[in-house]
């Protein structure tokens, strides 16, 4: 379980009975809208978290894991679109902040893992494809499935199914290939090192974002099809124009406050590489639900304990 002082764990069970429109042109679909035309009302259930405000739960003013006492936790910004374009941003945010977690849980002793975008694509089909998914249901195969690999097992190739063979997917997601030019597949049952999560839910709103970031980076619904989006250099995005639906999933990596100004912003982690905005990230004022990110859910997983011991024993920290 999350050790965060201000964690409340109530375990609710949010019933999605009712649908609402899809987001047209996205990488990035709410749960309900991925499951909504295979699951029944009493089926769709998402294990939600809220944390329970008081006076003595008081937040920081401010919580960056890109520097937590000059030390940096978040791995790099990724780019979906190479080597082949695909809506995967569902992916590279799942991936991306289970892969923070990762080294948060590893306290930076350990080089970046970077956990494979591709096997989700090939092997968690129910979470999303090229055409869009949901991190939460990508947390929610992970879970259920026994885990995922890392890029150097399977890297990213942009496409829905990398490989085929007349076995089954978890056991293609770790290639290896001798000097000869030999390649095999590893099954998940030899792998020494497959990543896996303990618990997963989701949380929305400012507070329990900034509750649940405290034990790690989220992975963000979000609208990213707004002119000053695409187009951004740098600097806090304020314009609070309301848009419709859903288009992308973001990794909010902490929040802070600008000193010239006093604004509180999102600290975000894109997928348009490093080229992209501020190297790869942006800032977004807090609490007008810009793109509606605070509105929507932001997914979190926590990585597996046993998983942990398992790197640490391997890597002789």
């Not at 304020?238 to 006093?262: A, F, L, P, R």
Request: with cysteine.
């Amino acid at each position: 379980m999350m050790s965060s002082p201000h964690f409340v764990l109530l375990a609710l069970l949010l019933a999605l009975s009712s649908v609402s429109p899809a987001s047209a042109h996205g990488c990035g679909l709410t749960y309900k809208d991925l499951h909504a035309a295979k699951l029944s009302s009493d089926q769709n259930q998402v294990p939600q978290t809220i944390y329970a405000a008081s006076p003595s739960s008081s937040l920081p003013t401010a919580w960056d894991w890109r520097n937590m006492n000059a030390t940096n936790f978040i791995t790099p910004p990724s780019y979906q679109m190479l080597p082949s374009q695909c809506g995967s941003c569902w992916a590279f945010a799942s991936t991306g902040a289970l892969a923070d977690r990762f080294k948060i849980a590893l306290n930076n002793q350990h080089p970046d893992i970077v956990l494979s975008v591709q096997s989700l694509l090939d092997c968690g089909s129910d979470a999303g494809s090229c055409n869009g998914g949901n991190a939460l249901a990508a947390y929610e195969y992970i879970h259920e499935d026994g885990g995922i690999t890392d890029s150097t097992c399977l890297p990213y190739k942009g496409v829905d199914n990398s490989n085929w063979a007349e076995v089954d997917c978890v056991d293609r997601m770790c290639q290896s290939c001798d000097r000869f030019g030999t390649c095999s597949y590893t099954p998940q049952t030899d792998l020494q090192t497959l990543y896996k999560i303990s618990e997963y839910g989701w949380v929305k709103g400012v507070y329990d974002m900034k509750a649940e970031i405290m034990n790690g980076p989220i992975a963000c619904l979000m609208y990213a099809h707004s002119e000053d989006f695409e187009s951004y250099t740098g600097g806090i995005i304020t314009n609070d124009t309301k848009y419709d639906g859903i288009t992308h999933v973001v990794v909010v990596t902490g929040w802070g406050v600008d000193s010239q100004t006093g604004m509180e912003y999102w600290r975000v982690k894109n997928s348009f590489g490093s080229e992209w905005g501020e190297m790869g990230f942006y800032r977004v004022e807090i609490g007008k639900d810009i793109y509606n990110m605070e509105s929507n859910e932001c997914a979190f997983a926590v990585p597996s304990e046993e998983i942990i011991e398992s790197i640490k024993k391997r890597s002789r920290l």
